[in-house]
């Protein structure tokens, strides 16, 4: 099993905020635009269980807002639900740059940054997903590193640690629409044509060139790409499907590609029109909305790599400069789970984009692991997390939810501490913490009434080196953290 991705099904959350304006973002708004037109086959599906396997020692419960929170296996009373009190409003405006499937809120990773670690700090989320971890460890003052095997995940990360300025970004698409041609767009699959206006498409196919995607295969042409040309298209990702005017295909979710026959058979029925949209404004438009809290001082670094490679690419960083120093100070991380998403599956659009095949990242990412094999990768991540973490107060935190199977609930959390964190050596089970979901926050809303019903816990396992230390109440863990300042956007458009 190779790397996945974080944010990967955390608690099955959507990322809605107040007033539709939350992780899932869109240029204008914010809308998350999760409407579901119809679920993708193979839907996930996890049910409320418990099952045995370690003996618990429940700390005190407190409610907040009818949430149940409480720690087990340990003395976390340090711990308090302070992210559940966050709206999404409060997240710096990088986060809502593309919507990402099983994506969990910045204010949990910000709870958990602030309350184990200091400013100047190394997180590192191994399986980034959309790289929400790494960038709010940027956004509060640590370097924050994220690392993935899928490109869309590496493209969105990259751009969130190392953003260009703004008024670069403006210039280079004022630079790319006035040298646009209409490129030859004979090899466009049809499942990409019934999508958009012949113009949008023509946008689309020509900064695909200009960034060279397609000229050398992943991960060459990623690595190629300028950090400028990188963020332009980390935001085209963000706009490439949704409902309303601000993205640029018929209506449909921007949370996830329906499957191509629905999709044609969808616009077919309902008799949808490809919309006219102007790329170039769209992203314009879109970078002023991502870019209103500016830059977040502290720069990270976002890898493309299996998670069990790290410790070369971290050394690599460090060598360069990268402020690892003695090593990483929090993993904190949403590992993938038991056969529960497919990412190249449910971004096949958006993949097309970046010249890759949704079923080369599937396979890349190796996900159809029964519980024996997801044990023993957890177990070499596990592995991997000795090697990188500093030898004395390295902690690791992994965000992992129950997994319906079917004929029974995987509570994944106990099953990883019981055998993969107390047989190893250097690490203790600090505890694992219970984080009850809305149903609002959770992506399997948007399939409706289905067979099943999805989880709503998660659980937070903290393994840990030598004295687990819990702040008390970090300075500012309820306000919003922008460590930057306003940029001029120039006078394109």
Known sequence: MASNHGDSGA???????????G?????EGGSDETDAIGPPSGRRERMRADRGGIDERAAPTASLDGLTHRSVMGDLDGIEPAWRTLKRKWEHSFHPMCSYMGMFPASLPHYFVRKLTDEGDVVLDPFSGRGTTALQACVDGRVGIGNDLNPMAYVLTRAKVNPPPSAAVAERLDELSAAYTRPPMDDVPDRIRMLYHER????????????GLGEQGVPEDLHALSDVDNFIAAMLLGVMHGQSDAYLSVPMPNTFSMSENYLGNYIEEEGLEVPDRDVFQKLLERLRTVYSDGRPERRGHAVYGDVRDLPEALAEIDDAGGDVGDGVDLLFTSPPYLKVLKYGLYNWIRLWFLDEEPDVVDERLDDELDLAEYLEFMT???????EVLDDETGVAAFVIGDVDQGDEVINLAREVADAVVEPMDGFEVGGIVEDRVPDNEKVSRIWGETKGEATEIDRILIAHRGELTIKEDPDGLKTKTVRGTQETLGSFG
Do not use: I
């Open 11 to 21: 608690g099955d959350r959507s990322g809605s905020g107040e007033g539709g304006s």
């Open 23 to 27: 992780e899932g973002g869109s240029g």
């Open 200 to 211: 949008t498409l023509g946008h689309l196919v020509y900064l695909k060139r200009e960034f």
């Open 380 to 386: 070499d991540t596990l592995r991997v997390a000795d």
